[in-house]
Every structure is written in C-alpha cells, then in structure tokens.
C-alpha cells in the first residue's frame, strides 16, 4: 500500500517556464515532507522540506505548497533550468525512523 | 569530504550466493538507513540504525542482515541470494531522526541470476 505516490512518471517543460510536480499521500498522521533530486547513477539529494504547520515552503527557484485538507502538495520550479532535469521523489516520515517514499517524477526540462 | 561511500558499485551473484554491501560515511552521522530501490517504486527502507553497536527493521527487511560495529560504517549482507534482491540498493545516513535531511550514497546495482 504506497502512503506515498506521485501519479505522473514524467514531465516535460521548456527552460524558463514552470515545472508543477504533484505528490498525493494517504496517511493522515505525516506530518513532515521532503523532496529528494536523483540524478542518474548518483544517490538522491535533499532539496527541500516542509512541516505540515505550514503552507508554503520557498527556497530560491524551488517551492513546496501543502493542502493537508487534500493530502496533496506540490513543488515549484521557477523558472526552470536544463540542470533541473531528474528524478524528483516526494517522503514522508512514516515513524520516527522509517521513510515512506514516492515512486518519482522524472522530469527533463527543454533547452 | 567524501560523504557516504558504497562498496561495491556493481555486482552479479548467483541465486544462493552470499555478500556484504559496505556503507561508510565520515560526517560522523548517528543515524544510518540501507533502501532498495526498484523500478516504479520509490526508495524501501530495509533496515536502519539509531547508533554504533544498534540496528533495527524497516519496512522490507526479510532476507537481509545488517551489522553496525563502527559508527561510520553500516554493512548489509545477503545470506542466500535471490532473483527478488535484484535491485539498487542506497544508504544514508543523516544526524538525526528521519525528518532530517539524509545524505546517500551512489548507490550499488546487484543483479542476481
């Protein structure tokens, strides 16, 4: 049962516009978001967080928006960059030491 | 620095082989996590740990042992190998509970035949 899911496997955006990735969770109890970045052949990095006594998180060119009432967030690329290109994964904390991941969103991003 | 570093990058084994994966960071992190990631799904956590010498189950743990006898380093072993453990396979580590930010390595791709 995935808590966690991001239903788009890939976006496609041009330089310069906005890149829209959606994750959607079931789990009423998280209370924290992360957004991890993959570059192909290297480990995830962290790129930005959110706690769920928030709305909105902004972190230069990259932004995560929570609706607890729909178990939805969102993170913002403005504007988008070809370095962007990835695979984008939404986490939650499942329990004090256990992760719940998406599957990933790739996203390429068009000169 | 040279953050979190896995050992072996590739591997092939036999079904019923055995090998240890190596994990060692040097950003004297408390908290350490080995994930298998496979294709459509995200990152599973197989087991974790909280501190040297301690070692606890994630989510898919069956199959897999880990041992934490030194702080900088957390191995995970495959006693008898299966087709099922074909994956990659990531470890972080991070200095605190899952909230923060964890920091992983490239990964090591295991194919089992």
């Known amino acids: 049962d995935q808590q966690v899911k991001q239903n788009s496997p890939s976006l496609s955006v041009q330089e310069g516009r906005i890149s829209i990735l959606n994750c959607d969770y079931t789990n009423s109890m998280f209370d924290y978001f992360l957004w991890y970045k993959k570059y192909p052949a290297e480990g995830p990095t962290f790129l930005i967080s959110?706690?769920?006594?928030?709305d909105k998180n902004e972190d230069g060119r990259f932004t995560v928006f929570l609706n607890k009432s729909a178990k939805h967030l969102s993170l913002h690329i403005v504007p988008s960059q070809p370095g962007d290109s990835a695979v984008y994964f939404c986490a939650a904390p499942y329990n004090n030491n256990d992760m719940r991941f998406g599957a990933g969103t790739r996203l390429t991003v068009k000169p | 620095n040279a953050g979190v570093t896995q050992t072996p990058k590739f591997r092939v084994l036999k079904t019923g082989q055995s090998m240890t994966l190596l994990c060692a960071q040097d950003?004297?992190?408390?908290?350490m996590y080995w994930y298998r990631q496979d294709p459509g799904m995200g990152l599973r956590l197989i087991h974790y740990s909280v501190g040297e010498g301690t070692t606890a189950k994630g989510e898919v743990p069956d199959g897999y042992n880990v041992s934490r006898l030194k702080k900088q380093n957390f191995l995970l072993g495959l006693e008898s190998a299966a087709p099922s453990q074909t994956s990659v396979y990531f470890c972080a580590s991070s200095w605190g509970q899952v909230n923060q930010p964890q920091h992983f390595g490239d990964g090591t791709r295991l194919s089992i035949l």
């Open positions: 950003m004297n992190h408390e908290y």
């Open positions: 959110i706690s769920s006594i928030k």
